[in-house]
């Protein structure tokens, strides 16, 4: 297999991006983190920027004005690099789908300036914490 | 925190009675006063005395600025100010009603008071109401691309 | 002629580059399993810190358009050369005391600021201003340990009768006397601030400037980096096993006790690392320029005293 593709899925690091969320699904992210869950046992690691991450944990249902810097953040991403859709909202829109400000979920975003991006979705309003573990690890075993 | 805007010569200490009386001295420049509850008192007038009902609500009164709304009635807009007179818990509401729906332009109220800036703005983005001696009434919530002169939160938008 | 490939072969595979880097990343794992264990948590496995840097060398390189690229590619490398060079020495010295000069204690003080200018040069030249603030603090912070660290070297020439050489400072162990013990505690704080862990992460602190000094590096050279961290793991608290605790042995019960040693240092930076917040910049250069120069300036007065009057145990 993929030397760099298994190093990834065994040292996942993470960076997280709102793209226009209520906030809920951030925190839940941000209670990931914590040594409760202990996620470091996965190799699993926040960073503070997205040029030394790995995964992308975007929340939030894309905004047309988040739209872009999302896009802008996943081309800061050094490649080879996954994007986990958190949440209902940016799995696919969710209530919001006919707010005027509204420009498609996360992947539509993601696809139009990388159509092989790698996408994973993990729904739920929010998800918990371990929903989110379990998407995570079940992504990277399918890389 | 009531030290911090309130000095000993502008407003006094009162509690409900003495707030409800004094709140009849404005009497004049409403159209009329609503009590929901005990501690809901919503004070109405039209555009042109919202600045002066503002002005002795924050400053005779004392009372703290909340929040402000923005409303698209049937045949006219509403500008709500909303207030709380922390000594007895009690919430004021001033109703302003536009009445011109084509050009809707209100009084600004930040020569007074500076924290209704970022609101009067955010009213502005999305509901198309003018606030006029505005500093500085830019986008705020909407995107930057988003095509100037259209207010989403208008009921009359496809 | 032979002496060629002996020496590449002692800095880049044993003791020097390999080997450094090998124990460098099990004591980054150790850290982070400790740390893991007193917050009542499994922790990472033990291949964690390899395939973090495998997984490094494997993604792309991205360079910002408007950083210095010379600055930008070197200031990794040349901190990495610091380090190796440190390592290998100390590890010459140990090995084999009696060769002629392979360095001395000034060496390896001069050696020792090599990577933390390299950080700094690193992170100026990265055009962020995350980075620059970082660059800031770093510069700040290398100003006030500095001082206090040769002082508390200057504390063991003393106590040794003004030897320079690191075979012959290691014989003696001055921890077993006050001023020691006084200089050894400013030293083990001064280490904690160069290896730039908790309370003294500043620079590189994750939450306030969202990981600050190597913000801009990604790929091989974020890997380069990390592997300087865990190099500085290795060579730093040997260092001050060998000056102060009375070096590490080769062979037999020396070797284990010097193992001992070294886990006992490792352990120190640990405890400390995971029971304390994160200072100010300022808080740090008053602790370091204050707190820390008054008790130096303490131990020297009293190992001149003990040196003098023939009081070993002061």
New interface residues.
């Given amino acids: 297999m993929n030397?760099?593709i298994w190093?990834?899925k065994?040292?996942p690091w993470v960076f997280h991006v709102n793209a226009g969320a209520c906030n809920n699904c951030d925190i839940e992210i941000v209670d990931l983190l914590t040594?409760?869950f202990?996620v470091?046992?996965f190799?699993i690691k926040?960073?503070?920027?997205p040029?030394?991450a790995?995964a992308l944990l975007v929340t939030g249902v894309g905004?047309?004005?988040a739209a872009k810097r999302l896009q802008e953040v996943y081309r800061?991403t050094?490649?080879?690099c996954v994007v986990f859709a958190i949440g209902a909202c940016a799995c696919g829109t969710g209530i919001f789908s006919n707010g005027?400000?509204v420009v498609g979920p996360v992947d539509r975003i993601i696809k139009e300036i990388d159509p092989n991006a790698i996408i994973a979705y993990v729904p739920g309003c929010p998800p918990k914490p371990e929903a989110m573990i379990s998407g995570v690890v079940k992504a990277l075993s399918a890389l | 925190m009531r030290d911090a805007y309130c000095d000993d010569n502008r407003c006094e200490i009162m509690n409900q009675e003495e707030l409800n009386n004094k709140l009849l001295e404005i009497k004049d420049k409403l159209t009329g006063i609503e009590r929901k509850s005990d501690k809901r008192i919503y004070l109405l007038c039209e555009v042109e005395n919202s600045y002066a009902v503002n002005k002795f609500l924050f400053e005779d009164v004392g009372c703290r600025f909340v929040i402000a709304t923005g409303i698209d009635s049937d045949n006219c807009f509403e500008v709500l100010y909303h207030y709380s007179y922390d000594e007895t818990g009690c919430v004021i509401t001033i109703k302003a009603f536009i009445r011109d729906r084509q050009k809707p332009a209100i009084q600004s109220l930040t020569p007074f008071l500076p924290a209704a800036e970022w609101i009067e703005r955010e009213i502005h983005d999305v509901l198309g109401i003018d606030f006029k001696n505005h500093p500085n009434l830019r986008r705020l919530i909407?995107?930057?691309?988003?095509p100037a002169g259209v207010y989403?939160l208008r009921k009359d938008?496809s | 002629m032979s002496e060629i490939p002996q020496s590449l072969f002692w800095i880049l595979i044993f003791p020097g580059f390999l080997f450094t880097v090998v124990l460098g990343l099990v004591a980054s794992w150790i850290v982070?399993k400790t740390s893991?264990l007193v917050?009542?948590?499994?922790?990472?496995?033990l291949?964690?810190p390899f395939?973090?840097v495998?997984?490094l060398m494997?993604?792309?390189?991205?360079i910002p358009q408007d950083a210095q690229r010379t600055v930008f590619l070197a200031a990794p490398i040349v901190g990495l050369a610091g380090v190796l060079l440190l390592s290998t020495m100390l590890w010459r010295i140990t090995i084999d005391p009696t060769r002629p000069f392979v360095g001395d204690i000034i060496v390896a003080i001069y050696l020792m600021v090599l990577p933390s200018l390299a950080l700094i040069l690193g992170s100026s030249a990265s055009a962020s201003p995350?980075a620059a603030v970082g660059a800031s603090r770093e510069m700040k912070l290398v100003m006030s340990y500095e001082l206090p660290l040769v002082l508390a070297f200057v504390v063991v020439i003393i106590k040794t009768g003004g030897q320079i050489s690191l075979a012959a400072i290691a014989g003696h162990v001055p921890v077993f006397s006050v001023s020691g013990i006084l200089a050894f505690l400013v030293a083990l704080l001064c280490v904690q601030a160069k290896l730039g862990f908790v309370p003294f992460d500043i620079a590189e602190s994750?939450?306030e400037?969202?990981?600050?000094v190597?913000?801009?590096?990604?790929?091989a050279l974020?890997a380069i980096w990390k592997i300087m961290q865990a190099m500085m793991l290795v060579a730093l608290p040997l260092f001050l096993v060998m000056v102060f605790l009375g070096g590490f042995g080769t062979a037999g019960w020396p070797l284990v006790w010097g193992i001992g040693k070294y886990v006992l240092v490792l352990v120190l930076l640990i405890l400390i690392k995971n029971t304390n917040p994160r200072l100010r910049i300022d808080q740090a250069m008053k602790f370091f320029w204050g707190y820390c120069g008054l008790t130096l300036a303490i131990a020297v007065i009293l190992a001149a005293m003990g040196n003098f009057y023939h009081i070993g145990w002061l």
């Fill in positions: 030397w760099k190093s990834l065994k040292s040594p409760k202990d470091e046992r190799g926040l960073v503070g920027s040029r030394q790995d905004t047309r004005q800061q050094p490649k080879p005027y400000h | 909407l995107a930057d691309d988003w989403p938008l | 982070r893991a917050q009542w948590r499994v922790g990472p496995p291949y964690q395939v973090d495998m997984k494997g993604k792309e390189i991205l995350h994750d939450t400037v969202a990981s600050g190597i913000i801009e590096y990604s790929g974020l």
